[in-house]
């Protein structure tokens, strides 16, 4: 069964950057769509971002586009999202989620498919805070 370790947050300025890692193990990472979600305080889960099984397609949430990006080494089995331009609304815990090849998003690429109802396994999250 895949296992999914986030890692990287913390606290950063406005304006900064921060570059998470999701570790995978326990199966093949290229047998997933990985995508990124993040969940503030009182609200829902959202999507941030989604990386095809083949990495050739990624879609984001209008909220972080041009300022976020998504990357895998399969080889290293990890998924990256290197987040630049900083805002305090982008804190939250950011958490990584898995679905299987093949699946909605590795056919149609939408943020539609790139939703937590979507994705089987889940890691337990890291915490990014922005702040001054």
């Known amino acids: 069964q895949l296992q999914l370790v986030e890692s990287g947050g913390g606290l950063v300025q406005p304006g900064g950057s921060l570059r998470l890692s999701c570790a995978a193990s326990?199966?093949?990472?290229?047998?997933?769509?990985i995508g990124w979600f993040r969940q503030a305080p009182g609200k829902e889960r959202e999507g941030v971002s989604c990386i095809s099984s083949s990495g050739t397609a990624t879609n984001y949430a209008d909220s972080v586009l041009g300022r976020f990006a998504i990357s895998r080494e399969n080889a290293k089995s990890t998924v990256y999202l290197q987040m630049n331009s900083l805002k305090p609304e982008d804190t939250a815990v950011y958490y990584c989620a898995a679905q299987p090849k093949g699946g909605a998003f590795d056919r149609l690429y939408s943020m539609h498919y790139c939703s937590a109802p979507n994705m089987d396994q889940w890691g337990k999250g890291t915490l990014v805070t922005v702040s001054t």
């Open positions: 326990g199966d093949s990472l290229d047998n997933y769509v």
